[in-house]
């Protein structure tokens, strides 16, 4: 399968612990972006790269949300000190033009 | 602030009905417009998209939008629904400048039954 690849698919945490999720973007796709949705909701956008450069991030980006895209390849995104309301599903993107490939994405439940 | 609508949260149509699902947007200038499709257990997928050109857009599985700029609107349209369309479909749109920031809209869940 070449798509967008996400994991873990699922992560149950508890208030107050660290977690990191890892995205594989479509080979050759030089951009990534993170999204957050809650049930019910269409994704909020996060942050976007380009190559290994960070270019947007979203006020919603607290400083307790880091990501990460070292090489231009792989990308993670770490909450620190996770609380209730990251309770979400973490979607990650990729795209050389204007279509965005999604992954299937991480389900976060912090407990 | 650019935001996006869909009115309808739920809708139920039978099978091999038309369909119809609508989008308004608030923008200064014609944004880039997007419907996306969110299968259960599956990942977003785009359904087509309108930069410029032609007001009426086909895109993939049958559906077609129509950019309306007088009424903000980019609304879905499918002639005849077939069970596996059942799924959440999402509006979004994104700044001329920059396709890399898109605003989704709340979404609609498209329920199909026999």
């Known amino acids: 399968d070449t798509g967008v690849s996400q994991n873990p698919r699922h992560k149950i945490t508890k208030r107050g612990q660290n977690v990191t999720f890892r995205c594989d973007p479509i080979?050759?796709?030089?951009?990534l972006y993170w999204y957050r949705q809650t049930l019910g909701q269409g994704p909020e956008f996060l942050t976007y790269f380009q190559n290994e450069a960070q270019l947007e991030k979203s006020r919603l980006l607290s400083d307790r949300f880091s990501a990460e895209r070292p090489k231009g390849s792989f990308s993670t995104l770490e909450i620190q000190r996770t609380e209730q309301g990251d309770s979400a599903m973490y979607l990650c993107a990729s795209g050389r033009t204007e279509e965005a490939f999604f992954g299937q994405g991480t389900r976060l439940t912090v407990v | 602030a650019q935001s996006v609508t869909q009115p309808d949260i739920h809708i139920t149509v039978s099978e091999g009905a038309s369909l119809e699902l609508r989008c308004n947007y608030s923008?200064?200038?014609?944004?880039?417009l997007f419907w996306y499709v969110q299968s259960p257990g599956q990942g977003l997928q785009l359904l087509l998209k309108?930069?410029?050109?032609?007001?009426l857009v086909q895109g993939i599985k049958g559906f077609e939008a129509e950019f309306k700029r007088s009424q903000s609107s980019f609304n879905l349209r499918k002639p005849s629904v077939h069970w596996s369309d059942a799924a959440e479909y999402f509006c979004?749109?994104?700044?001329?400048?920059?396709?890399?920031?898109?605003?989704f809209g709340p979404g609609t869940s498209l329920s199909v039954i026999p």
């Open positions: 080979s050759e796709h030089n951009r």
């Open positions: 979004a749109v994104a700044p001329p400048t920059s396709y890399d920031k898109v605003i």
């Open positions: 309108y930069f410029s050109g032609d007001t």
């Open positions: 923008y200064g200038a014609t944004p880039y």
